[in-house]
């Protein structure tokens, strides 16, 4: 396909982006090319919207951005066979080598030379992407577009809360995000006893609530680690996830986890965050995940699975739809932390 086509382009190396006419991308032999119907705002694309010490060491403008999406096939490559003109499909946006150590054993979600998509290459904040088939996941048709968009960063709430065992498990999660948010949707569905969420936001603590959670806290008001031993009889939790990535909370997040207990951290923290790994990590005897990304693609197929039998719904956590031309609305959103996940529609 020729022609142009809308994109939001992060323009330059500074705070922003622009909503510019580009080309629209050729595909190659592995390759099909998406109409995007949805793409959500992700708090990386916050990142390098704002531009922050992070995205400064990390990505080349100028470049279309956004990795979270669903569309519709509408061009097929000469070699691709597992998918068809019309098919929904979302993307899996870790491209691996298939060829390092950790690809050779099946651990894909590791890749030494992971690139993602919207990040290291073109994304999808525009009205077309081209990506190699094996990358996307194709959608139950009946699934709306808004929701199949954020199947990636559910994923990502997925791998973390089922990193091990939760039926029956009292389980805390610190930063009510909008994946914060997914992972006391899933945690609840899994099966645990107690979902206790933590955030500074009563916006999203009210969102968490609407997902499940047993309890909610704003940590401004209250102290956390006084809250978890009243609702754990002094015992703490058997799992923390930790979704903030502030060094304060992440430390609380040791203190609360009882012992034998796991904590599994998805956060991204912009500085090293000092842990008393003596007596929060060895004498206590837990388990600490380091989590990254889906498993490829055993995440997706659950993600799938608890959409489509309704265990989890999304729909409280998508709070707001805009045009692809509105993007800088659903950024300051984002950024002030008044909504869950903000959608734009090319």
């Not at 994923?155 to 029956?168: K, P």
Request: charged share 20%; hydrophobic share 40%.
């Amino acid at each position: 396909m020729n022609g142009k086509m809308r994109a939001i382009v992060k323009h330059h190396r500074g705070v922003g982006a622009e909503l510019q006419m580009v080309d629209i991308p050729q595909i190659k032999d592995n390759e099909v090319l998406i109409k995007v119907k949805a793409t959500s705002i992700c708090g990386t694309d916050v990142h390098i919207y704002t531009w922050d010490e992070w995205s400064q060491s990390r990505v080349n403008p100028p470049y279309v951005f956004g990795h979270e999406f669903a569309g519709e096939v509408v061009e097929v490559g000469s070699k691709v066979t597992n998918l068809q003109i019309g098919d929904a499909v979302s993307a899996e946006t870790h491209l691996v080598c298939g060829e390092c150590p950790q690809c050779l054993t099946g651990q894909y979600h590791i890749c030494k030379n992971t690139k993602i998509i919207g990040v290291d290459t073109n994304g999808c904040f525009a009205e077309y992407v081209a990506l190699p088939a094996t990358n996307l996941w194709k959608n139950p048709k009946e699934m709306p577009f808004d929701v199949a968009s954020v199947q990636e960063p559910m994923g990502n709430a997925v791998h973390t809360v089922l990193s091990g065992d939760v039926a029956g498990k009292t389980v805390a999660v610190i930063g009510c995000g909008p994946i914060g948010i997914m992972a006391v949707g899933v945690a609840k569905a899994a099966g645990a006893s107690q979902v206790i969420a933590f955030d500074l936001n009563d916006y999203r603590l009210d969102l968490a609530t609407q997902m499940g959670a047993t309890t909610v806290v704003n940590s401004k008001n209250e102290d956390p680690l006084e809250v978890v031993s009243k609702l754990t009889d002094g015992n703490g939790v058997d799992i923390v996830c930790e979704m903030s990535g502030h060094p304060v909370a992440m430390n609380q997040g040791f203190k609360m986890v009882t012992n034998g207990g796991r904590v599994s951290i998805l956060s991204l923290p912009v500085r090293p965050v000092e842990i008393d790994v003596t007596n929060d990590i060895v004498f206590k005897g837990i388990q600490v995940h380091g989590i990254t990304g889906r498993k490829m693609y055993e995440t997706w197929q659950q993600v799938s699975r608890l959409l489509k039998s309704g265990q989890v719904d999304v729909k409280p956590m998508i709070t707001h739809h805009f045009p692809l031309e509105d993007f800088e609305k659903g950024f300051d959103l984002m950024i002030q932390g008044n909504c869950g996940k903000v959608v734009l529609i090319p």
